[in-house]
């Protein structure tokens, strides 16, 4: 089956450095990955859907400065937390979705744990 | 922004009950899905159902869809301790997924 590869699964940094965020679709080509961000216990949020060698499209509300979205190949979304603060910290889970099946087609990342200190 | 709304917020029971969870929605969709999480970890998805299905089956899992009055539910039979989790029921408008608040679930042995 589809699978998305996230990584780190979680990272501590400090405040005012920036975190990288990899989700790669392992097999299967994703025209478009989302990012979600999650609060304990809470619903998750989207953070900015992202298509292949385009922009993203971010959510109202969402910096876009802040939260880096690099979508340069049809495998692989970069999310880069810059200038993290402690209010930064959360889950940030990626969806990529498989040209092939369209809207049937979600995977999910296993999600990165961001801790900022 | 969210659309599903997921009911009860939480739900505890014994080992063997059958588990049912509701989600509303707000405006027409391609299909609903429901995923599963497990705390601190990625979502899996569990069941999809197109707008144009009423019913569908997987293992112990039966969702239903009622278009006309915008609802889901999830029901989880035999439920097992390895099932507690959070579950979300997600819309798909042709756009991207929107979640529930979700249901946690604890299921004691």
């Known amino acids: 089956g589809a699978v998305v590869s996230q990584h780190p699964s979680w990272v501590i940094c400090k405040s005012g450095t920036s975190v990288k965020i990899e989700c790669r679709s392992l097999d299967f080509q994703a025209t478009t990955m989302f990012w979600y961000r999650q609060f304990p216990k809470q619903s998750l949020m989207l953070m900015a859907t992202s298509n292949e060698g385009s922009k993203a499209t971010y959510e109202q509300g969402v910096e876009k400065d802040k939260f880096l979205i690099n979508h340069a190949s049809l495998t692989l979304s970069t999310l880069t937390v810059t200038s993290a603060h402690p209010e930064d910290s959360s889950f940030y889970i990626c969806?990529?979705?498989?040209?092939?099946?369209?809207?049937?087609?979600?995977?999910f990342g296993s999600g990165t744990r961001l801790t900022v200190v | 922004s969210q659309q599903g709304e997921e009911d009860p917020q939480a739900l505890s029971i014994q080992e063997g009950e059958n588990a049912t969870m509701n989600c509303s929605y707000k405006t027409s969709i391609n299909n609903l899905q429901w995923y599963r999480q497990n705390s601190g970890r990625g979502l899996v998805h569990l069941i999809l159902?197109?707008?144009?299905?009423r019913e569908k089956h997987s293992g112990r899992l039966r969702v239903t869809l009622d278009t006309s009055k915008k609802s889901s539910s999830l029901l989880i039979t035999a439920s097992r301790a390895a099932d507690t989790a959070s579950y979300f029921c997600?819309?798909?408008?042709?756009?991207?997924?929107?979640f529930g608040k979700g249901t946690r679930l604890s299921v004691i042995a």
């Open positions: 159902i197109r707008s144009n299905e």
């Open positions: 997600a819309t798909d408008l042709g756009t991207p997924l929107v």
């Open positions: 969806s990529a979705r498989d040209r092939m099946r369209g809207n049937y087609g979600y995977t």
